[in-house]
């Protein structure tokens, strides 16, 4: 009885010192500084592609298509031949008195392209009978090739005339265009005002193709931004924060307000940075409210 206390003080002697201080524990991590620059918010909207202009070629005179120049989807110019006719009076005397030369009915007809542009529909060819005013084909000019686009009559106050946008196709082509009208009614259903956009392009697009046209919804030059690796945020996205270091080893929580997004950037609107901070960009997931880094990348 005497003896087992004496050794219970004797292997308690032997704990090691210090057992209780906590283990600092240095997290690798990858740093960014606070950049200027500038950034603009975009707002999209739909669209499609139509040409403004379309001519409706139509025959001059009652007879016979002898011959078609032309197909659907055909690129023409203004003065190029179109459709060669012969009359039914030319046609029915041919067939009697072919070898009689007094009778020569062999002069052409030719209808030609009133304006440079597309064969968008062609409605008639070769041996077709047509009569005196009937539509041939349909002529879109190339130079009225413009989209159609459809904005929400609250947000048209961003559609201003003259402003600049980007057009993106959907063979991922983008392109650059001008808002250049806008049309005076309102579709009744869905309360959507529609603006003329002109592309800057000599590519021929089809006609009715569904686009998203791309316009400045907020701009602001040279605001301070970080990458938006830095930025951090709760699950239900109110809260932001960026982990700052105060010096080489011990990084620190400050809760931020973002602005404009664009790209990888984010705009920090609020609390004022300096370009000497550096904000953790890798290694910053689940860090507490104060941690000890250690910088891998500068």
């Given at each position: 009885?005497?003896?087992?206390?004496?050794?219970?003080?004797?292997?308690?002697?032997?704990?090691?010192?210090?057992?209780?201080?906590?283990?600092?524990?240095?997290?690798?991590?990858?740093?960014k500084?606070?950049?200027?620059?500038?950034?603009?918010?975009?707002?999209?909207?739909?669209?499609?592609?139509?040409?403004?202009?379309?001519?409706?070629?139509?025959?001059?005179?009652?007879?016979?298509?002898?011959?078609?120049?032309?197909?659907?989807?055909?690129?023409?110019?203004?003065?190029?031949?179109?459709?060669?006719?012969?009359?039914?009076?030319?046609?029915?005397?041919?067939?009697?008195?072919?070898?009689?030369?007094?009778?020569?009915f062999?002069?052409k007809?030719?209808?030609?392209?009133?304006?440079?542009?597309?064969?968008?529909?062609?409605?008639?060819?070769?041996?077709?009978?047509?009569?005196?005013?009937?539509?041939?084909?349909?002529?879109?000019?190339?130079?009225s090739?413009?989209?159609?686009?459809?904005?929400?009559?609250?947000?048209?106050?961003?559609?201003?005339?003259?402003?600049?946008?980007?057009i993106?196709?959907?063979?991922?082509?983008?392109?650059?265009?001008?808002?250049?009208?806008?049309?005076?009614?309102?579709?009744?259903?869905?309360?959507?005002?529609?603006?003329?956009?002109?592309p800057?392009?000599?590519?021929?697009?089809?006609?009715?193709?569904?686009?998203?046209?791309?316009?400045?919804?907020?701009?602001?030059?040279?605001?301070?931004?970080?990458?938006?690796?830095?930025?951090?945020?709760?699950?239900?996205?109110?809260?932001?924060?960026?982990?700052?270091?105060?010096?080489?080893?011990?990084?620190?929580?400050?809760?931020?307000?973002?602005?404009?997004?664009?790209?990888?950037?984010?705009?920090?609107v609020?609390?004022?940075?300096?370009?000497?901070?550096?904000?953790?960009?890798?290694?910053?997931?689940g860090?507490?409210?104060?941690?000890?880094?250690?910088?891998?990348?500068?």
């Amino acid at each position: 009885m005497v003896i087992l206390p004496l050794l219970l003080i004797s292997c308690g002697s032997n704990t090691p010192k210090g057992s209780d201080q906590a283990v600092k524990v240095s997290t690798p991590v990858a740093v960014k500084s606070i950049e200027n620059a500038d950034v603009r918010e975009m707002i999209s909207f739909n669209a499609v592609s139509t040409f403004q202009r379309k001519n409706s070629v139509k025959a001059n005179i009652t007879g016979y298509i002898e011959k078609s120049f032309i197909n659907q989807g055909d690129i023409v110019k203004i003065g190029q031949p179109l459709y060669e006719v012969k009359t039914k009076e030319e046609d029915a005397v041919s067939q009697i008195v072919s070898n009689d030369s007094s009778l020569n009915f062999s002069r052409k007809h030719t209808i030609l392209s009133p304006s440079s542009g597309v064969i968008v529909e062609a409605t008639k060819q070769t041996n077709d009978y047509i009569v005196d005013g009937e539509q041939l084909c349909i002529l879109a000019a190339q130079s009225s090739f413009v989209f159609v686009l459809n904005v929400p009559f609250e947000q048209n106050k961003f559609a201003v005339i003259g402003k600049k946008c980007t057009i993106h196709l959907p063979d991922s082509t983008v392109l650059n265009g001008t808002i250049s009208g806008k049309l005076s009614t309102v579709d009744p259903v869905s309360q959507t005002q529609s603006f003329i956009v002109k592309p800057v392009t000599t590519t021929i697009w089809p006609e009715n193709l569904a686009v998203m046209v791309q316009v400045v919804k907020i701009s602001k030059l040279n605001t301070p931004v970080i990458d938006k690796s830095c930025v951090l945020s709760d699950e239900t996205m109110e809260n932001f924060w960026v982990m700052r270091l105060i010096n080489d080893t011990i990084a620190v929580k400050t809760k931020i307000k973002p602005g404009i997004i664009e790209g990888n950037r984010v705009e920090i609107v609020s609390p004022p940075f300096s370009r000497l901070d550096r904000i953790i960009s890798k290694g910053n997931y689940g860090l507490p409210d104060t941690a000890f880094v250690k910088i891998i990348q500068p």
